[in-house]
């Protein structure tokens, strides 16, 4: 990617409400304010020096986002107090917008075009969006991404059509809808009488989705083969003899990684009220609700001995002197 190409900056903003002009300064100049302010740091926004109209609609479109005023989520209040999406949320998708807008870019076309030269199904798909579907696909088949990465990205951007059909900046949706029924089976290979539907010709629950996901069939297979692994034995065994981790701080923040699975954004916000003491109880396992990746909650199980590790560094008198540097 050349330094012209679109990418995505991060800066402190303003999205507070009820804007208006203010008094035309010494250079004859007006500053848009706000009656009520609302700072956000190291905001995302994709800039491009080519494409400037469409970095202003993709970054409507985010502030929309984190607003609230487009597809709030259901917790949105939880992490942000404007009702609309997290910061970490935020990230994804202006990483997601970024690589659209290279990819408009970098072949010239115009993604507000979302009529077909004919309504046949194969003229569809040189509409836009599709050709980019189309590139995602090779990307995994070149195994530079893999399926779950494509399919975020092109359900990124199948919200960004969205949000610009809702805001009248094109006439339609260039993809369609479909309903798909999921049939639960039972291990016993019947089918899971929770889902049937009595009287239904069809039994299992509706989901709506479209033609712009992924196939299944470009899922590549795990490999079984331990050498794939981040770590095996022997660096595990480097790792913790290394002088990186001889205090026990560090030393817990990769145990929770390694033992837990966390991602160091999780290990970063892992909460001290997590921590519990382990005397009090005769739990072999304790489970613990975190919020992940995409605000997604999930519940891991922390063994007692790194239960009991997390107390002891939560009650030392290093950690109780400065709470908040840990």
């Known amino acids: 990617m050349n330094d012209n190409s679109p990418k ?3 800066q402190t903003v303003n999205l ?12 004859g100049k007006r500053m848009v304010m706000f009656h009520q302010d609302h700072i956000i740091e190291r905001f995302p926004r994709v800039l491009s020096l080519t494409r400037v109209l469409d970095a202003l609609e993709i970054n409507l479109f985010l502030e929309h986002r984190f607003k609230g005023l487009f597809m709030p989520p259901k917790r949105g209040g939880k992490k942000n107090p404007l009702g609309g ?11 997601s917008m970024s690589l659209f807008l290279q990819w408009i870019e970098a072949h010239d076309v115009d993604w507000h075009e979302v009529y077909a030269v004919s309504d046949s199904d194969k003229a569809k798909y040189w509409l836009p969006v599709y050709r980019y579907r189309k590139y995602l696909i090779d990307q995994v088949l070149a195994k530079k991404i893999d399926r779950d990465t494509a399919n975020l990205y092109i359900n990124h951007v199948r919200q960004f059509y ?15 809808y479909k309903t798909k029924v999921i049939k639960k089976k039972r291990k016993d290979g019947n089918i899971d009488l929770l889902f049937t539907q009595y009287g239904a010709e069809e039994k299992g629950f509706t989901v709506t989705t ?18 794939l692994s981040p770590y095996d034995q022997d660096e595990l065994q480097l790792l913790y003899t290394s002088n990186a ?3 026990l701080g560090p030393r817990l923040r990769v145990d929770l990684a390694v033992q837990c699975g966390l991602r160091a954004d999780e290990v970063a916000t892992f909460e001290a009220n997590h921590v519990v003491d382990p005397a009090l109880s005769e739990q072999p396992i304790y489970y613990v609700t975190i919020v992940g990746k995409y605000d997604k909650e999930r519940t891991i199980m922390v063994s007692k001995g790194l239960m009991t590790s997390l107390w002891l560094y939560r009650n030392d008198e290093e950690h109780q002197r400065d709470p908040r540097r840990y």
Do not use: C
């Open 85 to 95: 999406v997290s910061l970490v949320t935020m990230n994804s998708l202006a990483n």
């Open 210 to 227: 479209t033609d712009l996901l992924i196939p299944k069939k470009y899922k590549q297979k795990k490999s079984t083969d331990a050498s």
């Open 16 to 27: 507070g409400n009820l804007p208006y002009f203010s008094d035309v300064d010494d250079s």
């Open 245 to 247: 981790l001889s205090k």
């Open 8 to 10: 995505v900056v991060k």
């Open 162 to 176: 969205e949000w610009a059909r809702k805001q009248h900046r094109i006439e339609k949706l260039p993809f369609k």
